[in-house]
Structures are given as C-alpha cells and as structure tokens.
C-alpha cells in the first residue's frame, strides 16, 4: 500500500477526538512530503536536531509534535515552531521550555510523560510526581508553558491484555488530574498508542496515536 492508502486506513478507523500524529523519525524529507500531501498535517519526530533540519524544508503549516526523550540543552533549537512537546520528564526540563519559549514570546503546549509500562527503559513521572508537579509553586513560575494532558508508552509486549490495563490507568490519571485549575494547567490531550496498539489506545480514550510504521514501513 502506499502512504496515502496508509493514512487513509488509519484515519478510517480514528473516531472524530483522535488525532493522527504521524511518526517521521529517520524518515527523508521526500516521504513526509508525500504524507503531507495526501493529508497529513501533524508530524512526530524523537529527536530535536532531526526535526529542525527537516522543518524548513517542509511546507510552514505542519504541526511538528517532539515525541522522544528531551534533553534541557536541546530546547532552544526547537522553541521558536514546535507545536506540541510530548515528553516532558522533569520539572527541570518544563523551567527550559519555559525560558525558551519566552525568549520566542510564545506559549509552548506541553504533556507530561507518565511511566505506566513495565520497563526500566521507559521515562516518565509517576503517578504522585505528576501531581505534585501540577499542584505544586513552581508552575506560578512558568507563564510561558501550558500543560495540556499526558503522555504514555505501554509495555512493550503481546499481552492486550496488559497493553489495555496500562493505558486504562492512564486515562484514570488523565481525568483525575485533568479536574486541577491553574492559568497554565488546561487538559485536551491523551497522547497514547503507537503502531502496534493504537486500537487498544483509542478503546480507552486516546486523543492522539503516535503511528510510524504503519504509515511508512518498517524502520531499517
């Protein structure tokens, strides 16, 4: 099938909340020029340098999404046109993205990662940090930040099973934290679901499937 077959299959199965994040990393220019011209709008990228040697070469109304583990000293090459900050793991990183985006005198929309796989590897808060951070001081601090929901990446295994438990729990989180009230606290954004799970993720509550490889084919 071809990209554009590709997209229009995945969108066929997307209820009208979900949005298609289009996963770009280690992808050339060329094929996220062929999904955008068949559709596709928001794309994904792991890494900062990736995505902002592709976004001048690409048309200025994609909505870039950074999707992978982000380290403080990347941020300020992204902040002037990054749309959505997925993975947001620390405090730390959140007081970067602020000071970044004022310098660009912008708000950067942002969500925090919660660990809910069963893996050592994955990033994230846990359940406790992620409120203590959205009821905590310091966010009076970061104007130029808003947090629009969570993040999280399911174990990575073939029990469903387990897949639906671990991002159950996430939209349990979601709606509980989602009640907070703060001027730069406004939840929208359930960010779960990959190639392999989205369908399970969209069951549970999903408002944003990050899919690769469906899209474009296995990775080499």
């Known amino acids: 099938m071809t990209i554009a077959a590709n997209i229009q299959s995945i969108e066929d199965q997307l209820p009208a909340h979900t949005k298609l994040i289009a996963v770009t990393k280690t992808k050339p220019v060329a094929l996220l020029q062929e999904a955008y011209d068949a559709g596709c709008r928001r794309f994904g990228e792991n890494k900062v340098q990736e995505m902002t040697e592709k976004q001048p070469l690409l048309p200025a109304d994609i909505e870039w999404h950074l999707i992978g583990h982000l380290q403080t000293n990347k941020v300020k090459y992204m902040a002037s046109f990054v749309s959505l900050i997925h993975s947001v793991d620390s405090l730390k990183v959140l007081q970067e993205i602020n000071k970044q985006a004022a310098r660009h005198q912008r708000v950067i929309d942002c969500l925090l990662q919660i660990h809910i ?15 203590a951070l959205l ?59 990959m190639s392999s799970d989205y369908l399970i993720a969209i069951e549970e509550g999903s408002t944003m499937v990050r899919v690769g490889s469906a899209i474009f084919g296995t990775r080499n």
């Open 117 to 131: 796989a069963q893996e050592e590897t994955k990033f994230g808060f846990d359940e406790t940090e992620a409120e």
């Open 135 to 193: 009821n905590g001081p310091e966010l009076d601090q970061l104007p130029n930040v808003r947090i629009v929901g969570l993040m999280g990446m399911a174990t990575n295994t073939d029990d469903e099973t387990q897949i639906r438990r671990e991002f159950r729990s996430l939209k349990q989180l979601y709606d509980r934290l989602g009640n907070i009230q703060r001027p730069n606290v406004a939840f929208t954004e359930l960010s779960m679901g």
